[in-house]
């Protein structure tokens, strides 16, 4: 069992910035950050993988959010620039232990995933 916990989320102005964290109690093949917007499906924005440290993000994420880990290999994080109300959502942690591309991997064939915490952009 893989346990995940996000912190870092809350309120901000449009335009600012927020660092998300994931501690983790296992690294496995690939972990990678979802959010989820009220009323709307779960959306994947980015993964690192666990040997290579390869970065992969969302198209539409890719110039303002970056995801990284610490050196131990205990946290993962999500720095999250130029925010606007429509990156307002919950952001979760997931973890996969299965191997190939997991930027492609739906949602549902992640092994584990955290809690998640509350991103709000103001207008």
């Known amino acids: 069992q893989v346990h995940l916990v996000e912190s870092g989320g809350g309120s901000v102005q449009a335009g600012g910035s927020l660092r998300l964290s994931c501690a983790t109690s296992?690294?496995?093949?690939?972990m990678s950050w979802f959010r989820q917007a009220a009323g709307r499906e779960r959306e994947w924005v980015a993964a690192?993988?666990?040997?290579?440290?390869?970065?992969y993000y969302s198209d539409s994420m890719e110039d303002r959010f970056t995801i990284s880990r610490d050196s131990e290999k205990t946290t993962l994080f999500l720095q999250m620039n130029s925010l606007t109300p429509e990156d307002t959502a919950m952001y979760y942690c997931?973890?996969?232990?299965?191997?190939?591309?997991?930027?492609?991997?739906?949602?549902?064939?992640?092994?584990?995933w955290g809690q998640g915490t509350q991103v709000t952009v103001l207008p």
């Open positions: 296992e690294w496995t093949f690939c």
């Open positions: 690192m993988y666990r040997f290579s440290g390869a970065t």
């Open positions: 997931a973890a996969s232990r299965t191997v190939g591309a997991c930027q492609s991997f739906p949602a549902y064939s992640y092994d584990y």
